[in-house]
């Protein structure tokens, strides 16, 4: 299953850091969204890779951290 895990920051620096590291890993931009205004940052992934993408977002301390089935649209 293809799942979009999401992390609230609150913070423009930690959520810009995080959106960068996951960057930097090697997650294509094409699946990763950062939304500037509400300082969140989303990625869409398969099931297996969850723990490490959620291990990097968890790094950069959010407020908030979930994940829910990826919906195309």
Do not use: C
Request: charged share 35%; proline share 7%; aromatic share 10%.
């Amino acid at each position: 299953m293809t799942l979009t895990v999401t992390a609230d920051y609150r913070d423009l620096m930690k959520a810009t850091n995080a959106y960068d590291e996951l960057v930097s890993e090697g997650y294509p931009r094409e699946k990763l969204y950062f939304d500037r205004e509400t300082h969140q940052v989303k990625v869409i992934v398969p099931d297996a890779t969850r723990p490490e993408a959620e291990e990097i977002l968890r790094r950069h301390e959010p407020v908030e951290l979930w994940a829910r089935p990826f919906e195309e649209g």
